[in-house]
């Protein structure tokens, strides 16, 4: 069974910096497109970032140039530095695994991790 779980998000001020952690088991861990999704309130979740198996990344137009995804395959952890954060990048923040068998896709989240930025 796939878990994941999210930490580092909290309440910063605009122009700040936070790291994001999702640690991941019960996975073939380097198998996997990790991503970083976010939905803020009355809002459809939205990809911000992801990172495949072969480690190329993909960043939403929003965040790009700001965020940065990387992982550690050797501690089945994916990371995501948020720079100059804005308020308009408040937000739930989850993580998420994803894989494909044949034509099938799935996908598995984490809980979930809050960030908040203050003007």
């Known amino acids: 069974q796939v878990h994941l779980v999210e930490s580092g998000g909290g309440l910063v001020q605009s122009g700040g910096s936070l790291r994001l952690s999702c640690a991941a088991s019960?996975?073939?861990?380097?198998?996997?497109?990790m991503g970083w999704y976010r939905q803020a309130p009355g809002k459809q979740r939205e990809l911000a970032a992801l990172?495949?198996?072969?480690?190329?990344?993909n960043y939403a137009d929003s965040v790009k140039g700001r965020f940065t995804i990387s992982k550690d395959t050797a501690k089945n952890t994916v990371y995501l530095q948020m720079n100059s954060l804005k308020p308009e990048d408040t937000a739930v923040y989850y993580c998420?695994?994803?894989?494909?068998?044949?034509?099938?896709?799935?996908?598995?989240w984490g809980q979930g991790t809050q960030v908040t930025v203050s003007s």
């Open positions: 990172i495949t198996p072969a480690r190329s990344t």
């Open positions: 998420n695994a994803k894989r494909w068998s044949g034509n099938s896709e799935f996908n598995d």
């Open positions: 019960g996975l073939l861990f380097e198998f996997y497109t």
